[in-house]
């Protein structure tokens, strides 16, 4: 028998864009073929031309853009990728989309139910209500609960996990031929990612759905994609069977990108071992608690008050790196901002070089922020636009008085070269800049006022595996410099193993365990530790998507009785309700709350 037809085929997909009276190609002769129920990943840097090419096949790139040629044919009906009406019959009943924020790609004005209901209503002209039944249906089938009740929600009450679900569901209620997932898990924690990559697998198989996978996490790809294309620069450079792809790469681009992985070769050594030498307590936390209010009702006097810290103990020493990891809603930046000072504790002590930071004059508070800075995740949002490169590092100089007149100009132009970037960048402003290159600003200006202790909060999780990995040994060489303290607040398990020396996992506000790395993710005594692990995928890992822990995240305004882990917990006892475990320190240093601990085997103590 002739081999079937392909579900998709993309032809020669070359894209330019407007500048002046030129056209600037960006995307070059970009040919692949999608299978019925395959999975084909997209996978390259930023800026490599993945989500221009698969916005070109539904029409939906930006208005300078422009199709210089290229022909597509799904289902066996070709057309001209320049042809917008043909593309926009397509979009919606032919081809779903998923994209990477869907608080941006959904409406905040239609509930959950009427924006799944009105691709129905639109492209089957179903009624509004047989449309809001099916959309019903549909929450139920990418797995949220009480959907009827999610139904009448809008996007803004449910958590990261349950919107990307809505997306999906949205992506997929006229059942189409084609799903395109554009970097759909970038943001996600390692359980929710493990749970919509699970659902991705479930749509290919039961509906025989073809799959297109963009992203630049490898290892995701390495468990959901059959083929591979790895665009550099507007072109595929190189494809093929995902095993032979990721394991005998036949391009120096694909090698570079699996080098950039943390435990590889490329990736290098960056964990300076500072646990191992005996150092002062730079940062002393002792029963943090940080509660805000909610409002039971927009017209509604009565408040309650959710605890999104309840009585976390930390300790960092000097010239280590201690990393926060746990799901969102855990607790991670609220710590990290009651450590600097953003936000007031609402109890408990926290403790800089060894003073209490609330019992500090405010004439003081100056030179101790100066002691103490912070890389936020997106640097974009966090570097003033108007501003360049030169005033947003000088500025910090000069505000404390570290510098004055020509020696500012000297001492940006030192910081530039300390973090890698060219001294000829200081005159850009942000929007001139890659990420990596606005990350590394960031981190200038933090290093500007010759901190003690720098808080990393997600500082590299948006940023290409490239990238990360040079900012990565960007903080790591800085660290054996300087001297500098991190806290080190991220969801990526991978990044904490190969960058930290000590490690808290937390859940809902609180400390779940605590200990070395070699304890805390070699062998973990918490099931909700042990869960995380579980749901990593692994670049060489077995195939197919590791178990999803179940569930979401309950909210911290209502949390479980006892043990808050336990509405998840595989081990879960009725005693585990009884009251919260108290956090118990071994000998050792590993500190587990948990009244089950596993061993070392994975099994109960």
């Known amino acids: 028998m002739p081999p079937a037809a392909p579900l998709l085929s993309v032809d020669g997909l070359s894209i330019g864009f407007r500048d002046r009276e030129v056209v600037r190609p960006v995307v070059r002769d970009v040919s692949f073929a999608i299978d019925p129920g395959e999975v084909v990943a997209l996978v390259g840097e930023s800026g490599s031309g993945k989500s ?23 289902a066996g009906t070709g057309m001209a990728l320049s042809d917008g009406r043909a593309l926009r019959r397509l979009r919606g009943a032919e081809i779903g989309m998923v994209f990477q924020e869907p608080m941006t790609a959904l409406n905040p004005s239609l509930t959950v139910g009427e924006q799944i209901a009105e691709g129905l209503v639109r492209h089957h002209a179903l009624s509004w209500a047989a449309a809001g039944r099916a959309a019903v249906d549909l929450l139920n089938r990418v797995g949220i609960p009480e959907p009827r009740w999610r139904a009448r929600q809008f996007v803004h009450q449910l958590s990261g996990g349950m919107r990307q679900r809505v997306m999906i569901a949205t992506a997929i209620a006229c059942k189409p031929k084609l799903l395109i997932a ?30 297109l996978f963009i992203t630049h996490d490898i290892a995701a790809v390495a468990q959901m994609a059959a083929r591979v294309c790895v665009m550099h620069g507007g072109r595929i450079v190189e494809h093929g069977r995902t095993d ?8 120096a681009y694909t090698r570079s990108l699996l080098d950039a992985l943390p435990g590889a070769a490329g990736f290098g050594p960056v964990r300076a071992g500072g646990n191992d030498v005996p150092a002062e307590i730079l940062l002393d936390v002792r029963g943090l608690i940080k509660r805000f209010p909610v409002s039971a009702g927009f017209f509604l006097a009565r408040r309650r008050q959710v605890a999104a810290v309840a009585g976390v103990d930390l300790a960092v020493r000097r010239g ?34 060894g003073r209490d930071l609330a019992a500090i004059p405010r004439r003081e508070r100056r030179s101790l922020r100066r002691r103490m800075q912070i890389v936020f995740q997106d640097p974009f949002a966090s570097l003033n636009p108007q501003l360049s490169v030169r005033t947003i590092i000088g500025e910090a100089i000069a505000v404390h008085g570290l510098a004055r007149g020509p020696a500012v100009e000297a001492r940006v132009t030192e910081l530039l070269g300390l973090v890698g970037l060219d001294p000829a960048l200081a005159g850009r402003k942000p929007h001139a800049l890659s990420g990596g290159q606005r ?5 200038a200006r933090a290093l500007a006022v010759e901190p003690d202790l720098i ?17 990565i040994r960007l903080l790591a060489d800085l660290r054996a410099r300087l001297g500098l303290t991190l806290l080190f607040i991220t969801h990526d398990l991978g990044l904490a193993r190969h960058f930290a020396d000590r490690v808290v996992v937390l859940y809902l506000g609180r400390v779940m365990e605590a200990g070395t790395i070699a304890q805390v993710l070699g062998t973990p005594a918490h099931p909700y530790t042990a869960s995380l692990i579980a749901s990593e995928p692994h670049l060489h890992g077995p195939p197919g998507i590791p178990p999803a ?11 479980p009785s006892g043990c808050v882990f336990r509405t998840r917990c595989p081990r879960a006892e009725p005693v585990c309700a009884a009251a ?14 948990c009244l089950f601990p596993l061993d070392a085997t994975g099994s109960r103590a």
């Open 549 to 559: 822990l179940g569930g979401d995240v309950p909210s911290p305004i209502d949390p």
């Open 439 to 443: 990350q590394r600003v960031a981190i």
């Open 455 to 471: 808080v990393a909060d997600e500082a590299v999780s948006a940023l290409d595996v490239s990238v990360r990995a040079q900012i």
């Open 182 to 211: 554009d970097e759909p898990t970038t943001a996600l924690d390692v359980t929710i990612q493990a749970q919509i990559l699970a659902l991705f697998r479930d749509l290919q198989r039961s509906e025989g759905v073809g799959i």
């Open 320 to 353: 280590e790196v201690l990393a926060l990891v746990g799901e969102s809603g855990s607790g991670k930046t609220t710590i990290g901002r009651c450590v600097l000072g953003l936000v007031a504790p609402s109890a408990g002590v926290v403790r800089f070089a």
């Open 52 to 74: 221009l090419t698969a916005l070109s096949l539904l029409g939906l790139l930006p208005r300078d853009a422009v199709i210089q040629g290229g022909r597509m044919r799904l």
């Open 244 to 251: 032979a792809v990721l394991t005998r790469p036949a391009t």
């Open 580 to 593: 919260p475990p108290p956090l118990t320190l071994h000998p050792n240093g590993h500190a587990v709350a």
